[in-house]
């Protein structure tokens, strides 16, 4: 069977917290998302998007319903197979960046590929940081680099073991507009260039609209979703004269 969905979730519901704290957050959610194609998350705080993007990390295991990432369902996994899944497969970056603060930016960006024992781990995380504009903070510890540098690192970090799926919530959060714009363009050169799936959890309307796809959530629930048009100045700068449509079609 070929494997055509690099997110494939069925009826998934998730309870957290206890006793009278517990709260149903994903409430019979249905999603596929295509390898290659680029979704954008949206909706009001509290709806369950973080969630659902734990879930389909494998960060948080799903009470019920099934939860494939290219075509592995994830709930039969042990949490070593679940740890290897995840670092073979999926790269994650958050608002707050969640760098190492006693590493300096090449040990952060190596550490993915250490722990797949890959002995160019340098090498290849000096290049990475190279192909987002940091080859001369190499040395540098996250306490001595900017908001939109500290992302770039995270985005090396992520990409550098070229996983086939990036999951990232709120990447620009933490940002101002222009270096959004880097960090937002770096996620779509990742997907035009590397085919990376990318899943973005977003507030920013704008950076919705670059995706191939929106969906809109609402306690705990897919309510709708949109193909946009890819025809704002914004678009044409960062997906390119024919876009996303060259990799999605
Ligand atoms: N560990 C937890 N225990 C209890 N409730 C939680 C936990 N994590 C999140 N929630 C609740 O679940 C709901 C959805 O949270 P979240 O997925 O973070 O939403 P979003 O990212 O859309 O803002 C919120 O009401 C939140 O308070
Ligand atoms: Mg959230």
């Known amino acids: 069977m070929t494997v055509t969905d690099a997110v494939s979730l069925k009826n998934v519901h998730l309870s957290l917290g206890e006793g009278a704290g517990k709260v149903h957050i ?3 959610i249905d999603l596929s998302i295509p390898f290659r194609t680029s979704v954008g998350l949206v909706g009001p705080s509290g709806s369950g998007k973080s969630t659902l993007l734990m879930v389909l990390a494998g960060l948080e295991r799903a009470d019920s319903g099934e ?5 592995s369902d994830l709930s039969v996994m042990s949490e070593d197979d679940l740890a290897k899944f995840r670092g073979e497969n999926i790269g994650i970056i958050f608002q707050s ?6 590493m300096t930016a090449l040990e952060n960006v190596a550490v993915p590929l250490e722990l797949a024992g890959d002995k160019d781990a340098f090498q290849k995380a000096r290049a990475e940081l190279e192909s987002v ?7 540098h510890y996250p306490s001595q680099m900017s908001g ?8 090396a970090r992520a990409l550098v073991t070229r996983p086939k799926i990036l999951i990232a919530d709120e990447p620009t959060g933490n940002l101002d507009a222009d270096t959004g714009k880097q960090i937002i363009k770096l996620m779509f050169d990742a997907n035009k260039m590397h085919e990376t799936t990318l899943v973005l959890v977003t507030h920013d309307p704008e950076l919705a609209n670059l995706c191939a796809q929106t969906i809109h959530m609402r306690s705990g629930e897919i309510i709708e979703s949109h193909f946009p048009a ?3 100045e914004l678009a044409r700068e960062v997906l390119g004269k024919n876009g996303l449509d ?3 079609a």
């Open 246 to 248: 060259e990799v999605s």
């Open 26 to 28: 994903l409430q019979g």
């Open 133 to 139: 504009n940091l080859g001369h903070r190499l040395n």
């Open 148 to 155: 939109g540098e500290q992302q770039r690192v995270a985005i």
């Open 67 to 71: 939860v494939k990432i290219s075509g």
């Open 97 to 102: 960046f969640h760098l190492i603060p006693n």
């Open 230 to 232: 890819h025809d704002s």
